[in-house]
C-alpha cells in the first residue's frame, strides 16, 4: 500500500478524484494527509468527510519559505509518505523541499507542457488559439510546471470555447489521469531516466487530429 501526501489550495477536485479511486479499490494507495496552505481551501471539507488526517500550514506563519517548507515536509516524513501529490497547489516548491522526496512529487497542471504554463493555462490555450489543449502529470522539478512528463491527456479546443468551457473539458481528464498515475507509483511501473519517464507494461501510440482531416 503506496503511502500518499496530497497538497492543495483549493477547491480539490483532483483530491477528490483520488479518494474516489481508493474508496473504489482501482488505487492501491492511502492518503496519510492532505496539507493546504490555505485554510479556506474546500479540499478541507472533502477531508473532514472522508475521515482522513489534514492540516493547515499557511506560508504567513514562517519567517521564510525555507521554514514553510520544512514544515509541510516534516508532517509528511511523519507519516512516511512516500509519493506527495499536488493537487491544484498553488506554489512553486523548492530544492529544499524536493530533496526530502526524489522523483516522488507529482503535479497536475492543465495544460501539455511546456506549453501554457503558470497560471490560468485554460485562459491562456484559449486567447492562444490552440486547437488541442490538455493536461499533464509530471515530476517536479524547481522549474514552474517544467519537470519530466509522466503523461499527458490531449483535448481539443472548439471555437466557441471560453476559459471555463475548456477547462471543463480538461478537469474530467485531470481526474483520469492523476488518479492513474497515484496507481501506477502504487504498482512501481514508474521510471525515471533524466527527463524520460516510462510507465512500464503502458500502451503508448494514439494520435489525435483536431480539425478532423477530410482527404489527407
Ligand atoms: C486544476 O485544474 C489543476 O490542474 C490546476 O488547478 C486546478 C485545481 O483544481 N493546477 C495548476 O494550475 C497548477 N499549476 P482542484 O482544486 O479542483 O483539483
Not at 509522466?150 to 483520469?176: G, M, N, Y
Request: hydrophobic share 40%; aromatic share 6%; glycine share 6%.
Amino acid at each position: 500500500m503506496l503511502r500518499i501526501g496530497v497538497l492543495v489550495s483549493g477547491r480539490g477536485s483532483n483530491l477528490q478524484a483520488i479518494i474516489n479511486g481508493i474508496e473504489e479499490g482501482k488505487i492501491n494507495a492511502k492518503i496519510e494527509l492532505v496539507v493546504s496552505d490555505n485554510p479556506q481551501a474546500y479540499a478541507l471539507e472533502r477531508s473532514k468527510k472522508h475521515g482522513i488526517p489534514f492540516q493547515v500550514v499557511e506560508r504567513k506563519s514562517f519567517a521564510s519559505k525555507r521554514d514553510f517548507e520544512e514544515r509541510m515536509a516534516e508532517l509528511l516524513k511523519e507519516r512516511s509518505v512516500q509519493l506527495v501529490v499536488l493537487a491544484g497547489f498553488m506554489r512553486i516548491l523548492s530544492k529544499n523541499f524536493l530533496k526530502h522526496f526524489p522523483n516522488s512529487v507529482i503535479n497536475i497542471h492543465p495544460s501539455l507542457i511546456p506549453a501554457f504554463q503558470g497560471l490560468h493555462a485554460q485562459k491562456q490555450a484559449v486567447e492562444f488559439g490552440a486547437k488541442f489543449s490538455g493536461c499533464t502529470v509530471h515530476l517536479v522539478d524547481e522549474s514552474v510546471d517544467g519537470g519530466p512528463v509522466i503523461v499527458q491527456a490531449v483535448v481539443p479546443v472548439l471555437p466557441q470555447d471560453t476559459e471555463d468551457t475548456l477547462s471543463e473539458r480538461i478537469l474530467k481528464f485531470e481526474h483520469r489521469i492523476l488518479p492513474q498515475t497515484v496507481q501506477w507509483f502504487a504498482e512501481g511501473r514508474v521510471e525515471v531516466d533524466g527527463r524520460k519517464v516510462i510507465v512500464r507494461d503502458a500502451r503508448y501510440g494514439t494520435l489525435p487530429v483536431n480539425p478532423e482531416l477530410e482527404k489527407f
